[in-house]
């Protein structure tokens, strides 16, 4: 669609969102908590719908919790664009990951809304069911019920297993969510295939993020096109020796959990540089029975692999896997690999690739291409729609901490990028 206005976003008004929704789950350090269905969450999805309200975008929520804002297109046959991200946020992270995707989306719809043109078809912005997976260790549950990438069947027995710090299940904490009534309401575990789409309902999915690295800093770029999002592989791993009175086993004598899992760490780092592309990170980890004058008899800690090339990453994976079973042999304790998620990489779509260049060049900016290393929800609704991905400059590359930050300018001129790709989609 050609841009009959030169009328755009309202880069103002969008920084006062974004400041605003930052403030639910601000810690002493600066840090924003906002964990799927926690009380900040809650209170943040209350404020977007009434936004989205106040806007006159026709708010809904569906089983899954996911939120959306629309515009009703002339033609209701025709496939719609679907623009969004995620306002959860990792444990004290940043106010920007996820949050800036949502809100320029809702600027986008508000904006074109106000030069009063309606589409041909419709337009909706979307804020994703935890995206991050903080709470529950479970990533992607807005999305993957939208896309139906896996079967409901299987998403509400995830859901059933997946706990909290406090034992709370998924599935528990979403039908007290939705005992807030209202727009919650409508939120149902246990008929989540509801909030499935069909592969005909979308022409294509637009996500714009910080980009969370220095590839833009460092080319001294604002904005960036995204080629294609690297798949990822998550497990979880136990490691289990004998515990025992640290002052009266001899060294020779002892089944260390902790010890084995420090050797398999250092072999997991080898692994991944010499991959020549792989990335592999244990994030979290938790030793029992966590006393300083006790031999460690047990330690879980987590696994995550990724990398753009699936071949590659799958290889990875194995020799990890064939690594943490040598070292265990070796040193006479046993090990549990439980992997519990796995998502392909995917390429940017042609399709919104070329509206994203057109963007680029109706604003006289260079284009400039580069990969995700972070997964996104985007790679999710590659399963059922086009995609493609705009990356906002992250300043320091710093992502998931307090200190995240992104400029005024860079915001609002990733906000007019979205804004010439979204009408060209139209």
């Given at each position: 669609?050609?841009i ?31 964990t ?18 106040d806007?006159d975008?026709d ?9 959306f ?7 209701s046959?025709?496939p ?34 106000e030069?009063?043109l ?6 909706r912005v979307?804020a ?20 139906g ?13 997946a ?36 592969k ?11 980009e ?10 604002a ?5 294609g ?28 959990a ?12 080898k ?10 990170t244990?994030g979290?980890?938790a ?8 031999i460690p ?84 609704m ?27 300018e ?16 139209l």
């Amino acid at each position: 669609m050609k841009i009959e206005s030169e009328r755009t976003i309202q880069a103002d008004r969008l920084w006062d969102d974004l400041m605003t929704l930052g403030k639910f789950g601000r810690g002493a350090d600066g840090g924003v908590t906002k964990t799927s269905f926690d009380t900040e969450d809650i209170k943040a999805r209350k404020h977007l719908l009434q936004m989205l309200a106040d806007a006159d975008l026709d708010p809904y929520m569906d089983e899954a919790g996911n939120i959306f804002g629309q515009i009703h297109g002339k033609n209701s046959d025709l496939p719609a664009i679907l623009i969004g991200s995620h306002i959860d946020t990792v444990r004290s992270g940043g106010c920007f990951d996820g949050a800036m995707g949502v809100l320029m989306g809702v600027e986008v719809l508000r904006s074109i809304k106000e030069i009063g043109l309606q589409p041909e078809r419709t337009l909706r912005v979307v804020a994703f069911t935890d995206e991050e997976g903080a709470r529950f260790d479970y990533a992607f549950v807005g999305s993957t019920a939208l896309s139906g990438a896996f079967s409901a069947n299987q998403l509400r027995e995830d859901l059933a297993l997946a706990v909290d710090q406090e034992g709370i299940s998924y599935t528990d904490a979403m039908k007290r969510a939705s005992m807030e009534g209202g727009y919650f309401s409508r939120i149902n575990p246990e008929q989540i295939k509801r909030a499935q789409l069909g592969k005909d309902e979308l022409k294509a999915y637009i996500e714009i993020h910080i980009e969370q690295g220095k590839v833009l800093e460092s080319q001294n770029l604002a904005v960036g096109m995204v080629s294609g999002i690297s798949g990822g592989h998550w497990a979880e791993v136990t490691i289990k020796g004998e515990a025992g009175h640290a002052g009266t086993i001899g060294m020779s004598e002892r089944k260390d959990a902790l010890s084995a899992v420090g050797e398999c760490l250092l072999a997991i780092e080898k692994i991944a540089r010499q991959s020549g592309g792989s990335v592999a990170t244990v994030g979290k980890l938790a030793v029992q029975p966590g006393s300083g004058n006790v031999i460690p008899g047990q330690v879980d800690f987590t696994l995550d692999v990724r990398d753009i090339c699936d071949e590659r990453r799958e290889l990875t994976v194995q020799k990890i896997y064939e690594v943490i079973r040598e070292i265990s042999e070796h040193r006479g304790v046993s090990c549990e690999i439980r992997p519990f998620q796995s998502l392909p990489s995917v390429m940017s779509s042609p399709v919104v690739v070329e509206a994203i260049r057109e963007a680029f060049v109706d604003l006289g900016y260079p284009i400039y291409e580069l990969p995700s290393g972070a997964a996104h929800d985007a790679m999710v609704m590659g399963s059922i729609t086009e995609i493609g991905m705009i990356f906002v400059r992250s300043r320091g590359g710093i992502s998931h901490h307090p200190e995240e930050w992104s400029s005024f300018e860079d915001v609002a001129l990733g906000c007019e990028v979205l804004y010439r790709t979204t009408m060209k989609l139209l």
